[in-house]
T-cell receptor
Framework: DGGITQSPKYLFRKEGQNVTLSCEQNLNHDAMYWYRQDPGQGLRLIYYSQIVNDFQKGDIAEGYSVSREKKESFPLTVTSAQKNPTAFYLC?????????????FGSGTRLTVV | KQEVTQIPAALSVPEGENLVLNCSFTDSAIYNLQWFRQDPGKGLTSLLLIQSSQREQTSGRLNASLDKSSGRSTLYIAASQPGDSATYLCAVKGGLNTNAGKSTFGDGTTLTVKP
């Protein structure tokens, strides 16, 4: 079945560490997105990519980095510069980045700073 | 900048009741509006996608409407069941000064259906 796979489901980070969250899709979608969700708040866009080898900052990109070397993969690195990384991270994809298409989401990664 | 509001933040109803969830947005120049369901600790599951040219979409007991001119959408759930208990989010794609590839999400309405 086609879909989006996020791993790991739970991730623990020590202070000062960089960690990478994985997002893989087999839907042949061009566009991919990373969102952050905090309790009581909606989803906030971190980064998005509309095509391979290209990506743009979202509303809260500071302290995060991404790459898009393959169409299927859009990993997110949470760097030590991100001061409050504890949150639920959601990856999404869309057939293309413009216009009429909706989103498909993965099951999320919960990141906790210990 | 597009802003999306969902009221109420929480709703509790007895089983079998019909109910309406509301979503409002500030900029009507949208491409589409999508309703999602989120169970605790899980990702978002798409329920209905309404294109800007459409007025409504239906799937089973769910019906979503879109009124672009007033900046409003409603999600109607018929004959609610305890299994419908979840958080429902709406997302609006596009808008003036908003990249067409980006969606703006509301904070969601948490629905509890009591047996």
């Amino acid at each position: 079945d086609g879909g989006i796979t996020q791993s790991p489901k739970y991730l623990f980070r020590k202070e000062g560490q960089n960690v990478t969250l994985s997002c893989e899709q087999n839907l042949n979608h061009d566009a991919m997105y990373w969102y952050r969700q905090d309790p009581g708040q909606g989803l906030r866009l971190i980064y998005y990519s509309q095509i391979v080898n290209d990506f743009q900052k979202g509303d809260i990109a500071e302290g995060y980095s991404v790459s898009r070397e393959k169409k299927e993969s859009f990993p997110l690195t949470v760097t030590s510069a991100q001061k409050n990384p504890t949150a639920f991270y959601l990856c999404a994809s869309s057939i293309e980045g413009q216009g009429i298409y909706g989103y498909t989401f993965g099951s999320g990664t919960r990141l906790t700073v210990v | 900048k597009q802003e999306v509001t969902q009221i109420p933040a929480a709703l509790s109803v007895p089983e079998g009741e019909n109910l309406v969830l509301n979503c409002s947005f500030t900029d009507s120049a949208i491409y589409n509006l999508q309703w999602f369901r989120q169970d605790p600790g899980k990702g978002l599951t798409s329920l209905l996608l309404i294109q800007s040219s459409q007025r409504e979409q239906t799937s089973g007991r769910l019906n979503a409407s879109l009124d672009k001119s007033s900046g409003r959408s409603t999600l109607y759930i018929a004959a609610s069941q305890p299994g419908d208990s979840a958080t429902y989010l709406c997302a609006v794609k596009g808008g003036l000064n908003t990249n067409a590839g980006k969606s703006t999400f509301g904070d969601g309405t948490t629905l509890t259906v009591k047996p």
